[in-house]
């Protein structure tokens, strides 16, 4: 343990030389939008919780199912999350070599590899969930050994999932051929999400269009079953709650399961781990399949385009979120088929407009994550290669255009399908659908450039997996202004198309008034979408144009 | 031809490289040697257009680096030290990539490619993905890249890194014909047999300022250069 701590004394010492002032201010605009985020998520959380609650005899067995639910998710999280992260960690690390090279026993380099894994996986969880647990502890007015108990017991929680995921790791690296792993890992994570859904889905024989058998469904759904961490986990967090005291019971359930898990993963990777490392070492691969394409040369303008799709069709480490994005699309258009409009259209006449703009929100949703992935992450794609275009007569701005389209027209596609499938799904007339599509297309340029501005403007060709990139303090950023601009143009949008639908069942026509408002909404519309893709696209290029560390 | 004027570059407060002045003529191969940190490789990023410049300005066959980047890039060759090139791509298709980005012609460019590949030893392995390839396999990869598009300059950070002697060999003979046809090589090293057997002139700097200029001559009679590379402050 001594080797370990030894080993992993740099990153620590890493961590520690890159906390000063100067960085902390740098970062204060993270802190503070960090903090909104708490807050609002803190509001929204017991918002939530109370109006639960304060239903008549459900509200209780809601409130349990709800974090039992929560339990149930973050541990699937932690688990994908977990394995990923060990490939990358165990296995395509860059200090790998070094570690190997040094008189140190493969017992402490897994020790150090799976501690790096653990944390690395589950910062997130960690930090994103505090404001939802406060919010039950508070609104149940929980004693603080809830908050002592919900602590500890993480701890175990994470080191189960932790556990699974590395072994699973190792194994999938035995198993699978080298250059086919990741490939392999995403085939399965997606079944495996498209598994539990629909799972879940099963347990849920739902007719919406009656509450008593939604009530009725969801109260039968079985993702808690006593054999599973979530269930220990719902039943501790309940009890103390209640200011009971939680069964020992559960807590050694979690403890001995985290430690069984963590010495399997030990002792399989030392069975494993010099073979596998020597099964990953870079082998000759031909490329020969483009041997017919040969005679193809892409013009000055297309040659990063050209470059890049290739690489993105050979780089499986480059889909890991594609293949997560794509699952939530296909659950998102899956779901619009049970919305029950019939019941919903006796509250309103206007049901087909809001659940168009329903359906644009959560568009925009997909649009902000998928533009992370595609847009955002495509400059700091270069890497360590990046001195190669920085070095040659392509000007800064023909490059961010070339990233551009390179992610503007994949993302165009898929949000024009989406939009397109969910409206006619939910029966749009040809005015609306025809709104929602030209807002679409406009949204994609303008988070478009957003995304390849802001990329630009905080590149990181220092990564050891592309994920990486969309999910740093930045990227969040990125997906937090993508999305308010998301909001803001359809809020207008809405409130214009409520005003000319009002006046249309009214019979009234506009009067100079109200045409102002609308060309001015429009304007505003129209000018906030440039500045959206002026101001980041102008700044990336100021920023690349000047010194990049390479 | 090459121009340094007065060429400064800090980090942090600190001189990385401070009033550089050199003028390295058409067709001469100039070293700049010094010891490690000395300010080599910021000189030869300032000059590939990597870095900018504090103070003073760099002209490549008299065009601005700063003001004039496209024009000074087309002209220029840069192998830089670490080979870091797109490992998802097979060589023939990275020097398509560099030859489109250079602006060459396609036929010239497929041309110059089957013979440069040819020439470096690549051809066997031209349709294997890079990251397969050996560190000199990279380096020659590398070498190729930067001559590509017939540069008039070329700019080479620790030139034999990883070759073996046959590449060396190779490479000595390639600069060699390069410079009597004209074309101006920068070397930055810290390899003194190296700078002694290829280089017309050489300079050594420490802590970013040039502190003595020798051309082959004034090497012989002063006994080499390493008596000169021990004298330099550290």
């Known amino acids: ?39 609002v998520f803190y509001i929204g959380s017991h918002k939530i919780l109370s109006f639960i609650r304060s239903m008549e005899f459900i509200g209780e067995i809601l409130s349990k199912k709800l974090l039992s639910m929560t339990f149930f998710s973050l541990g699937i999280f932690l688990l994908l999350s977990n394995i990923i992260t060990a490939l990358s960690s165990f296995y395509m690390s860059k200090d790998i070599p070094f570690l190997m090279s040094k008189p140190i026993e493969i017992k402490e380099i897994l020790r150090l590899k799976t501690i790096e894994t653990i944390l690395t996986s589950s910062w997130m ?18 004693p603080i050994f809830f908050y002592i108990f919900l602590t500890l017991t993480f701890i175990p929680f994470i ?33 495996l999400f498209l598994f539990i859904y629909l799972f879940v889905k099963s347990q849920l024989p739902v007719d919406l269009e009656s509450p008593e058998r939604f009530n009725h469904s969801f109260f039968a759904t079985k993702i ?71 005679s193809f040369y892409p013009s000055r303008n297309l040659a990063v385009l050209w470059k890049d799709t290739k690489i993105f069709f050979r780089d499986t480490s480059q889909w890991s979120q594609v293949f997560i994005i794509g699952a939530l699309i296909f659950i998102y258009v899956y779901n619009f088929r049970t919305i029950p409009l019939k019941l919903l259209s006796e509250f309103t006449p206007f049901i087909k407009e809001i659940m168009v703009l329903i359906n644009m929100v959560m568009a925009g949703l997909v649009l902000s994550a998928v533009s992370a992935r595609f847009l955002y992450s495509s400059l700091s794609l270069e890497g360590m290669a990046f001195w190669i275009i920085k070095t040659s007569p392509l000007t800064v701005k023909k490059l961010i255009w070339s990233k551009f389209f390179y992610g503007f027209i994949p993302v165009t596609v898929i949000m024009l399908a989406i939009v397109f499938i969910t409206n006619m799904i939910i029966g749009a007339d040809t005015l609306l659908m025809f709104f929602a599509l030209v807002t679409v297309v406009m949204l994609c340029i303008s988070i478009s450039g957003l995304g390849v501005g802001m990329g630009a403007m ?16 930045t990227g969040m950023l990125f997906m937090l202004i993508a999305f308010s601009v998301v909001l803001l143009t359809l809020s207008i949008e809405a409130w214009s198309f409520y005003f000319y639908k009002k006046a249309g069942t009214s019979g009234l026509s506009l009067n100079l008034s109200e045409k102002t408002q609308l060309t001015l909404a429009g304007i505003v519309i129209i000018v906030l979408n440039i500045l959206t893709i002026y101001i980041p696209m102008k700044k990336g290029e100021k920023r690349l144009s000047g010194d990049i560390s390479i | 031809m090459i121009v340094l004027e007065n060429v400064s570059k800090s980090f942090n407060g600190r001189w990385a490289v401070k009033g550089l002045n050199l003028l390295i003529n058409k067709g001469e191969v100039f070293g700049l040697l010094g010891p490690n940190a000395a300010g080599k490789t910021t000189t030869i990023k300032m000059m590939a257009g990597l870095l900018g410049l504090a103070e003073g300005r760099i002209l490549i066959n008299g065009y601005d680096i700063v003001s004039e980047p496209l024009k000074a890039k087309s002209i220029l060759g ?26 060459v012609e396609k036929f010239q460019a497929f041309k110059r490619i089957d013979k440069l590949l040819d020439t470096f030893g690549i051809k066997e392995i031209e349709e294997e993905l890079i990251e397969s390839y050996s560190q000199g396999m990279r380096q020659r990869l590398l070498f190729l890249s930067a001559l590509i598009h017939n540069p008039l300059v070329l700019l080479i950070d620790e030139p034999f890194v990883g070759l073996d002697p046959f590449g060396v060999k190779m490479l000595k003979a390639m600069m060699r014909r390069l410079s009597s046809e004209g074309v101006t090589i920068f070397l930055a090293t810290h390899s003194l047999h190296i700078a002694e057997e290829l ?27 390493e008596g000169l590379f021990l004298k330099i402050p550290l």
């Not at chain 1, 995921?165 to 194994?171: K, P, R, Y």
């Not at chain 1, 979690?254 to 073979?275: A, E, P, T, W």
Request: with cysteine; proline share 5%; hydrophobic share 45%.
């Open chain 1, 125 to 142: 969880v960690i930090s994103f969930m505090p404001p939802f647990f406060i919010a039950y502890g508070i609104n149940y007015d929980a």
């Open chain 2, 199 to 225: 280089c017309d002139r050489v300079g050594l700097i420490s802590k970013g300022s040039l502190i003595d200029l020798k051309n082959k001559e004034e090497i012989v009679i002063e006994g080499g250069l």
């Open chain 2, 78 to 103: 840069y192998v830089p030290d670490k080979a870091f090139l797109y490992e998802k791509l097979t060589s023939r298709e990275f020097l398509i990539f560099i030859s489109s980005l250079h602006g």
């Open chain 1, 1 to 39: 343990m001594k080797i370990t701590l030894l080993l992993l004394s740099p990153k620590i010492k890493s961590i520690k030389n890159s906390i000063n002032l100067h960085t902390l201010m740098r970062r204060l605009p993270f802190i503070l939008i960090g903090i909104v985020f708490y807050l």
């Open chain 1, 458 to 473: 905080y590149p990181r060709f220092r990564y050891e997996n592309i994920a990486s990139v969309s999910m740093s303090p």
């Open chain 1, 224 to 294: 808690d079953l006593p054999l599973m961490p979530n269930f220990w986990m719902t039943e501790i967090a309940t009890a103390s709650l209640k200011k009971q005291m939680p069964d020992v019971l559960y807590l050694l359930l979690l403890l001995s399961n985290s430690l069984f898990m963590l010495m399997l993963s030990d002792r399989v990777g030392q069975k494993l781990y010099i073979n596998n490392i020597e099964r990953i070492q870079p082998s000759t691969r031909d490329a020969s399949r483009g041997r017919r394409y040969r």
């Open chain 1, 159 to 191: 080191l189960i999932s932790g556990g699974i995921g590395i072994l699973t790791a190792h194994l999938l690296t035995r198993i699978f051929p080298v250059r086919k792993i990741r490939l392999a890992l995403l085939t399965i994570g997606l079944l």
